[in-house]
């Protein structure tokens, strides 16, 4: 190819190779090279050279479609003209005189051959470098340890600290894995996500650690828990720290031309502790989520049907107090002169038809409290003793009840006034009883939804 005609159209088709302090980098096509400089990774100043091009050009010169390339000067094949057969050629010839280098060119050269072969040895020896062994820690299965070395790679002498975490089948230790070249004083913070530990109870676990990065390797093995008492597999957001910081091993000063890394690192990141993975802890939460889904609807049902029932229970002694009310009202409105008999008959009426009905509902609602589990019946109820609630209301009707009776024994012959009077007492007893019960109603129905 002459480059007296290198238009835009070979630019676009050859290959680029950007010159360097150390050598040359590429090949590259002209989109490469635009795709670095957009990413900033090329600048307009830097060097690149083509085969055909006698000397490199910038890169602004490249991208520039006003420029022509310079061409190349293009040599001719010639011959010298012949001689006429006639004439005679003289050649004159002038002694040889040979030229000896001075001592110091020659020490300089040697010298110069010396670094250069030096350089080029270190840069093989750094490029046989570049691999990441990670040795086999105690409680570290094989099939880890293979994990492991598969999945950490090495990405570069100056990649950052990022970890990746790996945790034994016992959970005695937390291994902290990167591809960085550093070495540091490290302490994490963890702490369980809500809902996200492999538990069907509602736990949380807080515990912090500190240990050595060191050939790529964190390893924790000595927790402090301010929250819960071991490891539980699942989620976990950690807070980590790495302090005095520095390369670890030569050829990683090497590779960061013994520029020194960042002296600390501070992240947050979410790991899962799980000994078989990520994957097989997502599908594993996955079910335990659906079975607490189920758990708790049946829950709901048992509560709703707990509230339900406590409602049913003073509703039907509301009942029974407009009853026992109104059996008295009618049994004081009766003839005045006939009423040691009525009274007689109406206690008789009255045990046979409250008084056992009231022992009943006292006796069967101390069989359902206690069909219901203890725990459960504190978690729903919320430590509220609902049961005694229950069985002294039904008593307390049972004696303002029986306070009357006993009032009325004492009449041996009431006037008519009298038993008017008496009908207002019991009005007035009643009314307390039935505003208590009404608004034993309103708070069970407040606790079954308590408000923000």
């Known amino acids: 190819m002459k480059l007296s005609n290198f238009e835009w159209t070979d630019k676009e088709t050859i290959k680029w190779f950007i010159m360097l302090h150390s ?50 000067p293009i040599m001719d094949d010639f011959s010298p003209p012949p001689l006429p057969d006639d004439e005679e050629i003289v050649e004159e010839r002038t002694p040889e005189i040979k030229k000896v280098p001075k001592k110091s060119t020659i020490i300089f050269l040697g ?11 270190v840069f ?48 005695t230790h937390i291994w902290f894995v990167t591809a960085g070249f550093q ?28 240990t050595m990065l060191t050939s790529h390797v964190a390893d924790f093995d000595r927790f402090e828990f301010s929250m819960g008492q071991k490891i539980i597999p699942g989620l976990y957001e950690v807070d980590i720290a790495a302090s005095n ?29 799980y000994h078989k993975g990520a994957v097989e802890y997502n599908a594993i939460l996955d079910k335990i989520i659906k079975r607490k889904m189920l758990i708790l609807e049946a829950q709901k049902k048992q509560d709703d049907y ?60 101390e069989e359902y409290f206690h069909k219901i589990p203890s725990a459960e019946l504190a978690r729903i109820s919320q430590g509220r003793d609902y049961e005694s609630l229950i069985r002294l209301t039904g008593k307390n009707i049972g004696l ?21 009077v008496i009908q207002d007492d019991v009005r007035r007893i009643f009314t307390e009883v039935k505003a208590d019960i009404n608004q034993k109603i309103i708070d069970t129905s407040d606790d079954q939804s308590p408000q923000p």
């Open 306 to 365: 707990f509230w339900q029932s406590l409602q049913e229970k003073l509703q039907t002694l509301l009942a029974i107090t407009l009853q026992i009310e109104s059996f008295f009202i009618e049994l004081l409105a009766k003839d005045s002169r006939k009423f040691p008999a009525t009274l007689k008959e109406g206690v008789e009426a009255y045990t046979k038809k409250f008084g056992h009905t009231l022992t009943r509902f006292v006796i069967s609602n």
């Open 183 to 210: 070495k540091c004083q490290v302490e994490a913070t963890f702490k369980s996500i809500d809902g996200k530990l492999l538990t069907s109870g509602d736990q949380q676990v807080v515990f912090k650690s500190k």
């Open 245 to 273: 910081c520095q390369w670890d091993t030569l050829s990683a000063k090497l590779g960061n031309y013994f520029s020194p890394p960042d002296d600390k690192y501070m992240g947050r990141m979410k790991v899962v502790l």
């Open 23 to 72: 050598g040359h980098e590429g090949p590259y096509s002209l989109q490469a090279l635009k795709q670095r400089h957009e990413k900033k990774n090329l600048s307009l100043d830097s060097r690149v050279w083509a085969e055909g091009l006698t000397d490199p050009i910038t890169v602004r010169i490249l991208f520039d479609r006003s420029v022509e390339l310079p061409p190349l």
């Open 400 to 420: 303002e009840s029986m306070k009357i009776i006993e009032g009325l024994q004492k009449l041996e012959r009431p006037r008519r006034v009298k038993l008017a």
């Open 111 to 121: 010298v110069a051959t010396i670094s250069l072969l030096g350089t080029i040895s």
């Open 124 to 171: 093989q020896w750094l490029k046989g470098q570049e691999k990441i062994a990670i040795r086999r820690y105690p409680h570290m299965s094989l099939e880890l340890h293979q994990k492991i070395q598969e999945e950490v790679n090495f990405q570069g002498w100056t990649k950052k600290i990022f970890f990746k975490e790996y945790v034994p089948y016992d959970y």
